[in-house]
């Protein structure tokens, strides 16, 4: 983003959070979050829905139009003509078409705006049994908003969290409604400049804000629901997951899903397919324990169209399995790093633990054997978990290791920079597992047979500082790791490497890829730290011979001591001078 568009995104979440935040002395942070969610919810749907609307309009007046033009002719007089307009803007098949969300008249910003300021008990419209509906608060008439989306859209059914159990004010609501209202998710405008940001986007960046917001109010630490969106973006290049079933057992607010929608989108015109046909290809499945999250993703993927499954509710990944039976083409997760207290002595016998029992006291292993669990035939994951999985011999997490290497699981392992993490310091890293290396089971022509064949990149030195305590990666740094894996899983790494290879083809970087043998890996006691194998990065050749440079070197190192010894002397002689002595 650019400066402009930062700047408009922090005052969005500035105007925003003040508003929410006023209900805090009648509201616990743990509950006032869904009102403000629920909000937020409605008011996007609106502007999404509204926008179509307006597009719509335009379109039936337009005698150009060959698909939606309404001639006034056919109409008798201008008044019948409105009335035929408005009518037409009612079918829902229009908005379906163009992937919106469709709204219910009484679930419109509109008509929460219109009719919140109205004395309790005036009639509001009829139903549809011809009775008179009338006002009975405003978080009634918010809740009956909420209950219309869910009858509309199916999927919802469930999630949409009701507010009036909370007892607020009309007032304090009308606030937050008002203040709403002056802020629109469609065709932002910041200090008289045209953004060019996606409604979208600016949904779930203002989620992302919220959900840091509410848990810094709880006491939990500010960024423990979501993961950086370059390593978002970076994982869901290196996979590619065009079609199939993909799954993510800690999805918080479904960021990997948003992403892998995205990829689809960005990359459809280079791969010669139409968007919206291959989106019809992925299904997506996921599982949050937090009932917040669970909530926000399902509505995260409803607004964007996207085909969901997240279980019957929200539940433990490791004690209440939502998909037991589930085989996914894709798996990609962050879940929380080094979880102490996840065991249960009914986990014992998991049949999950194919390759070793995990330490009661780390979830490390658990998390990344529930993903193999869950692994098509030729499916292929992505899990980030904290640097000490790579190396860690404690509790049975060596021999795990060692099973995962020695059954050709591992595909490429990728040593992430410092500082990328709002909750926390620990350095992470990237492991990539795949069940068919052979590339035999279903023919990929991008890939070859990887058999015995590690890949290892050590990303340390990318990236830039966002800001003082922030790092992140740039385009040209995701596109230097992803194609180098690609670029591996296409070409046989060549002992001549940077010699007669094309571009685009494989080669070892010292400092930075290596594609490692198993014996290698053996060599170092299946630690997988891609430093031990990368080597150190080459110094640029300056032309002087080696000798010549040291002999260089040293003597101006002893005219530098020379110096010093002289320097070090007047010092002393000076101090005498003045009575003083070292």
Known sequence: MNNTEQQFLKALDDKLWKAADKLRANLDAANYKHVVLGLIFLKYVSDAFEERQAELLERFKDENDDIYYLPPEDYDGDEDYQQALLEELEILDYYREANVFWVPKPARWSTLKEKAVLPVGTVLWQDDAGNDVKLRSVSWLIDNALEEIEKSNAKLKGILNRISQYQLDNDKLLGLINTFSDTSFTKPVFEGEKLSLHSKDILGHVYEYFLGQFALAEGKQGGQYY???????????????YSGRVYDPAMGSGGFFVSSDKFIEEHASEQHYDASEQKKHISVYGQESNPTTWRLAAMNMAIRGIDFNFGKKNADTFLDDQHPDL??????????????DWWSESLADDVRWKYGTPPKGNANFGWMQHM???????G??????????????TNNEGEIRKRLVEEDLVECMVALPGQLFTNTQIPACIWFLTRDKANGMVRNEKKRDRREEFLFIDARNLGYMRDRVLRDF???????????FHAWQQFSPSPLAGEGRGEGE???IPGFCKSASLDEIKKHDFVLTPGRYVGAQEQEDDGEPFAEKMARLTGQLR??????DRLEAEIKRNLAGLGYEL
């Open 559 to 564: 005219e530098q001591f020379a110096e010093s």
């Open 506 to 508: 494989y080669q070892d």
């Open 474 to 484: 740039t385009n040209d740094d995701i596109a230097k790791i992803t194609d180098t």
């Open 327 to 340: 085989r996914a083409d894709f798996v990609m997760a962050n879940p929380p790093f080094n979880i102490k």
């Open 380 to 393: 292929s994951m992505a899990l980030l978990l904290a640097n000490g999985s790579m190396s860690s011999n």
């Open 227 to 241: 993961t950086p969106k370059s390593i978002v973006t970076l994982i869901v290049e290196m996979l590619q997951p």
């Open 372 to 378: 193999i669990h869950h692994l098509a035939p030729t």
